[in-house]
């Protein structure tokens, strides 16, 4: 079977960028990729949005970001799984390639988020959830989180600052990320004083979300331009896993079985067990989303995964490192775009070019994107090449 | 304006009206037509009592537009007695403490604000606590 190589990766800093379009920030973002591969030319090209056609207006991205990075008249659409819409993307690009179908295909994540005002954006972000019956009753994603976060604090009987550990570690590491949102560090004290958003959920709990776009070019390992620069890092691994929609149509809305799922369906694709990762982009959007995720891993046991966050396990020279770049908590939430923004991140780290948050020998990465609670769950399993 | 998606919606948010399946009995809100028990057809249509209890709430502060007049405004996952649950929004709580485990019982209340200034304001349910005594 072919090899199938990330040969390029590309990313804009996440931020509420006014100057910028929709268009602007996917073409800068394919073009810093492009260029990172020695500039491969894509056959095919995948675009993971979620709010372009309703917040933007603008739909047809195939058509629009062709033309725009001028990629020529190859063949380009969007592909949606809500916030694991770029973990879609790059799904579909890795099948094409393996099918025989492509040779390098191009994948972006790209969400404009900051043209309109946060109520409205949020309104329209609640498309994630159940719209008839959970959003119409005046459920948001922050919302469904808190949900969860309740139900969590009471069967195990913690502290509601219990998860605390989760944001604090997200922003030690956004500290060393250019590309990130929040780049200051985050205290206990503020933690536990913080405004509550849904409650017991409070604002350092949730991920802000912000405008994004990152990209990545894959190919064949044995099309690598010559003296291609960089470290081969591999895609050894991918699945796509669902659950009930709405939070209320489980039977355990804390399993989040289709986590469980996916990352064990694209460790195995890939040969390895999960406990083997070197690092973990998981999904932290919201705390809780993150202590779930290491709970149906089976890295933590259930009622435990908040210990990990709050003894350093999850740090960059620890255990398990992860959210090593600030996660979508500090580096910032750019919805559609996350999945991408996690596959560079896990690139960067493989390649051993991921600054003072490098972890030591990194060899296997895994990447987590959740669509709502773990609604859709995307795994990719991404590994280094050993050269001699 | 959605005036069909709303209205095709009225038996569900007015009176909780699920179907229960013929083959194993399993009670199915909101109605599916195919029971997600056992997968047989399911469309006898069943009336729920509307009495549960709270499986999980929390606190919305900080709401989407339509919802901002109300805030903040508590939104529970409520276990129906007789099985499925639901998300809907607490009301009539007075000064007492939510707590999962806690019983209520549906009532009809406005829901969403006239979004778009075209007369569209949406009732549905809400759940308060059972009075006791």
């Known amino acids: 079977m072919t090899d199938v190589v990330v040969a390029g990766i590309g990313q804009i800093p996440v931020g509420d960028h006014y100057s910028l379009s929709l268009r602007s920030m996917g073409v800068q973002a394919l073009n810093k990729a492009l260029h990172d591969s020695g500039d491969l030319k894509p056959d095919a090209l995948y675009i993971g949005n979620l709010l372009g056609s309703t917040l933007s207006h603008q739909a047809n991205l195939g058509a629009l970001f062709t033309d725009y990075a001028r990629l020529g008249h190859i063949e380009a659409y969007t592909t949606e799984a809500a916030g694991a819409s770029g973990a879609a993307a790059l799904r579909v690009a890795y099948l094409a390639i393996l099918s025989g179908y492509a040779d390098t295909v191009a ?20 498309q994630e959830l159940d719209y008839d019956y959970e959003a119409i009753p005046g459920l ?20 509601k600052d219990a998860l605390a550990g989760f944001p604090i570690q997200a922003h030690a590491n956004a500290l060393n990320n250019p590309n990130a949102l929040l780049r200051k560090s985050l205290t206990a004290e503020t933690y536990a004083s913080a405004p509550m958003l849904s409650d017991p959920l409070n604002l350092y709990d949730g991920a802000a979300y912000a405008d994004g776009a990152a990209a ?22 991918s699945s796509v896993s669902v ?37 973990f982009e998981l999904d932290d959007s919201f705390s809780i989303y993150a202590a779930l995720t290491l709970e149906a891993c089976g890295f933590a046991e259930k009622g435990t995964a908040w210990q990990m966050a709050r003894d350093g396990l999850l740090a960059p020279g620890a255990k398990l490192p992860a959210m090593t770049m600030g996660g979508c908590k500090a580096r910032g939430n750019p919805i559609g775009a996350k999945g991408v923004y996690q596959a560079v991140e896990a690139v960067q780290q493989l390649r051993g070019a991921a600054g003072p ?20 769950a995307i795994a990719h399993v991404f590994d280094r090449v050993e050269t001699r | 304006m959605e005036n069909p998606r ?20 399993a009670k199915i809100f909101p109605p599916r037509d195919v029971c997600p028990e056992c997968g047989g057809e399911a469309k006898n249509r069943f009336g ?29 996952i409520v276990a129906l007695d007789e099985g499925p649950m639901v998300t809907a929004q607490l009301t009539d709580l007075g000064s007492e403490k939510v707590e999962i485990g806690m019983p209520v019982e549906m009532v009809t209340r406005k829901i969403r604000e006239d979004v778009e200034k075209k007369g569209m304001i949406i009732y549905g349910y809400k759940f308060r606590p059972v009075m006791q005594g």
């Open chain 2, 48 to 76: 729920f009592s509307g009495k549960g209890k709270v499986f999980s709430y929390t606190i919305m502060r900080d709401a989407p537009a339509g919802y901002e007049h109300n805030t903040p405004y508590t939104v529970a």
């Open chain 1, 357 to 376: 948050n490098q972890v030591k020998n990194a060899r296997i990465a895994l990447t987590l994107a959740l669509g709502g609670p773990a609604s859709t």
């Open chain 1, 107 to 126: 994948v972006l994540g790209v969400e404009k988020w900051s043209d309109v005002t946060r109520e409205e954006a949020d309104a329209l972000l609640s």
């Open chain 1, 216 to 237: 990545l070019i894959l190919t064949r390992r044995e099309l690598l331009p010559k003296n291609f620069p960089h470290p081969i890092v591999r895609l050894l691994g």
């Open chain 1, 140 to 159: 948001n994603s922050a919302g469904e989180a808190g949900l969860l976060m309740q139900r969590y604090l009471y069967e195990y009987n913690l502290p």
């Open chain 1, 243 to 279: 659950d009930a929609l709405s939070l209320h149509d489980r039977r355990d809305p804390l399993a989040f079985n289709a986590v469980k799922t996916a990352v064990e369906s694209a460790a195995l694709q890939a040969g390895i067990m999960p406990v083997y990762t070197d690092v």
């Open chain 2, 6 to 25: 709303h209205w095709r919606l009225n038996k569900q948010r007015y009176a909780l009206v699920g179907e229960v399946c013929p083959h194993c009995e």
